[in-house]
């Protein structure tokens, strides 16, 4: 993803700058993590890396070619090889089409028959842990953990090579949170997928990724390896972000402290051109607000976006 930018026009004076000038990069066979509080462009960054939003500017690129100069044949296979898990497994099933309908509509799409759709539907519902009878039910008459299962199958039914899991857990109860973490990453073991996985849970997201992107209000501000990032996390919001874990051991938590971010979140209509943490930042300076800070690499594969850090 090399600068990209998904702005929506909210009226002839304002622009909702969801996405502001995004580059990082996925490799093949490993989890990259996009965490930020709610509203902070993440799901907009994965809908758009999957074509359901044109970007205003900027570029996506799989497998070394841009995704929205694809011609039709390009275009098919790119639906096969990326798919998507969504966020709201109630919303996202349609009510009127039976599980076998759901999960084998793709696989009839791409050209599969009636018959070999079918039989390859009761396969993908045993590989997420449902079976035979549940084909001909409608999605009400499941949990919504076994909801998610279903947009999971559906998701694998064409066997893609990259998934977007857009807060796939964060509607389920935590007990079956855990089951589904634990299937993605089974499945990716088994059939060697790549996953954007898209979450504001940084626990899970230290369990799942190998790599971490930092998003606050449509910007990139931090990325890192998980393990790099949670031992030394640079950007002050990062700070923030992971000293807001909840700490198991009642000995660790005390001696853990929180890190505080002043008010709410700011609206990303028309941003000033500067530090846009730097309202709610314990350290901002008056450069803060009149400069907007770079990403620089600070480590090989260790980016931030700060004055703090480039002055160091
Ligand atoms: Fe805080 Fe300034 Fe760094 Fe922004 S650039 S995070 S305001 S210190």
Redesign the pocket.
Known sequence: MKNLCKYFEISRKETLKAVDDLTFDIYKGETVSLVGESGCGKSTTGRTMIKLYNPTSGNVYYDGKDIFKYNHAEQKEFCKKVQMIFQNPYSSLNPRMTVKDIVGEGLKQHGMSTKDADAKVEQLLATVGLNKDHMSRFPHEFSGGQRQRIGIARALSVDPEFIICDEPISALDVSIQAQVINMLKELQEERGLTYLFIAHDLSVVKYISDRVVVMYLGTM?ETAETDELYAHPM???TQALLSAIPEADPNKAKANQRIPIKGEIPSPINPKNC????ER?????E???KEM?QMKEIAPGYKV?????EDK
């Open positions: 501000v950007h002050p919001y530090c846009r943490f730097a930042c314990q350290h901002a300076t450069r803060c607000f800070p976006a700060c004055h703090l850090v």
